[in-house]
């Protein structure tokens, strides 16, 4: 049969949207059943600072519908109660002590994280996401350590808190440089004055509409790791002098419109029902700037303390139809239980270094006979153990630490007295009974405490301790540059 021009052209036509139908059909794409993540960490909000845990003389009531919406974890730790330090467990899922992240890194520091630890974002990468992150970083500020270095392919924001500048309280010690707005890798403006950093809130939430905007069409994972109500604090003209509580309680309702604005954006981008938010706390409130300060809420001490103040934090997740709304759970869970239950989530890999975190999606889900975190390890400092907790015991070692007890606190945005090395005598609590940790029955429950012994000597064995002098087998280092 003879075959015409023009039917040659038909002919090979079709043949080439075959080859391209089986081709689109041959590139991976990312599932549309992958949930988006949205992870608020806030700095230094403490326990008792949201409507729903009690905070007086301001509302949060895009915080309270979060709540309403999904479920709030009232047993929610923050594996460490300083900046850095709890930052690198949240992100890597591990004790940062395993990892050598302690404290809260300077600006001359040469640490930060190593590279051969795998973040959230690195994990969710592998699978399509696309990972920003719009705040504060504070996991080395040398460009080496950066988060595009960590899997994220934008930032926006400030490398460590933004205190570490030429106005804080004790400059003349610490000589600290000009902070400046992080591009990427790059320096932007100078923050100089309080003015300037009254702007950090509003800033960072533009940029995180700006992205949910600009990747709505596939999986994202964006972190917002807002700076206040670390100290100094500053808000923008439309919240300043608009709660009863002061200077806080505006940055508070500030934050609060923060969240907000990225559900209202979420839901405008059709979003809303596929993604998992996640709001939470780096640690407990710094008592002893008194007015500037937050609340623990009623539990003992506060930031940079191994008592409840200082590492159980506010938690609230929301996924319309997956997590439960309108739920309070009590299950002990802790920041590097978030890595595992994301990857689990979004079918991401685990790291393959050992991780301290343990998935808990049944129990997000609603199911409350799960209990994935059994024990929790309270390490402070360089690589003390300070404490450790199964169930509703915690067993407290004797150790020279923080206390905001017996000082009056500073006020106006100025510190008060917080001695370092007060004696904290051996202690057991039942933290059912008592939460506020105010009655030692360590005489009265011999097996509970040969129990907890145990917890403490495997602890010990694994990650040491600078108490007992022991170096622990299964630590691994931060990264390190030498540069003069």
């Known amino acids: 049969m003879k075959i015409t021009a023009r039917l040659q052209w038909s002919i090979l036509l079709v043949l080439m949207i075959g080859i391209g139908v089986v081709a689109t059909a041959l590139t991976p794409k990312p599932s549309a059943t992958k949930p988006n993540i949205v992870l608020f960490f806030i700095d230094d909000l403490g ?20 709540a309403a919406e999904g479920t709030r974890f009232t047993n929610f730790m923050a594996a460490q109660a300083v900046c850095s330090a709890s930052r690198a467990a949240l992100l890597t899922g591990c004790y940062p002590n395993r990892i050598g992240i302690t404290g809260a890194l300077g600006p001359q520091s040469k640490t930060g994280l190593n590279s051969n630890e795998e973040t959230i974002a690195e994990l969710v990468k592998a699978q399509g996401y696309t990972t920003g992150i ?107 002098g608009k709660s009863e509580r002061g200077i806080f309680g505006d940055v508070l309702m500030e934050l609060d419109w923060s969240v907000g604005e990225v559900m209202k954006e979420l839901k405008s981008q059709g979003l809303d029902k596929n993604t998992i938010v996640i709001f939470t706390s780096d640690n407990g409130p710094w008592l002893n700037y008194g007015d ?47 890595l595992p239950t994301l990857a689990k989530l979004t079918g991401a890999s685990l790291p393959k270094e050992k991780i301290d975190g343990v998935e808990f999606v049944a129990l997000l889900k609603g199911d409350d006979t799960q ?26 070692f004797e150790h020279p630490g923080r206390t905001y007890e017996g000082s009056l606190p500073g006020k106006d945005g100025q510190p008060g007295p917080a001695p370092e090395n007060h004696p904290f005598p051996k202690a057991l609590y039942n933290l059912a009974r008592d939460p506020g ?40 280092p931060s990264g390190r540059i030498e540069r003069k």
């Open 371 to 396: 209990i994935p975190r059994k024990e929790f390890l309270y390490y402070y400092r360089q690589n003390s153990l300070e404490a450790v907790r199964k169930a509703d015991w915690k067993l407290v």
């Open 47 to 66: 326990y008792g600072d949201l409507s729903v845990t009690g905070a007086l003389g301001y509302k949060t009531p895009h915080l309270d519908q979060l």
């Open 437 to 476: 940790e105010r009655y030692n029955v360590l005489e009265q429950n011999p097996d509970i405490v040969s129990e907890l012994e145990k917890v403490a000597d495997a602890a010990r064995e694994d990650l040491g301790d600078d108490i007992q002098k022991k170096e622990g087998k299964n630590r691994r």
């Open 292 to 338: 500037h300060a937050g609340s623990s809420g009623g539990f003992r001490e506060g930031k940079g303390t191994s008592f409840e103040g200082g590492q159980r934090v506010p938690a609230i997740m929301r996924w319309p139809g997956v997590i439960p709304a309108g739920r309070i759970s009590n299950k002990l869970l802790s920041t590097m239980d978030v």
């Open 134 to 240: 719009f705040g504060k970083w504070h996991l080395g500020s040398e460009q080496e350590f950066l988060p595009l270095q960590h899997g994220f392919d934008e930032f926006y924001g400030v490398p460590y808190s933004h205190d570490m500048w030429p106005l804080h309280p004790w400059q003349e010690k610490a000589q600290y440089p000009p902070l400046h707005w992080i591009d990427g890798i790059k320096s932007g403006a100078e923050i100089k004055t309080l003015e300037d950093a009254s702007t950090l809130t509003s800033t960072i939430t533009e940029k995180a509409l700006s992205f949910i905007r600009r990747h709505k069409q596939k999986p994202f994972f964006l972190y917002i790791p807002h700076p206040m109500p670390h100290v100094p604090l500053a808000a923008s003209p439309r919240f300043k």
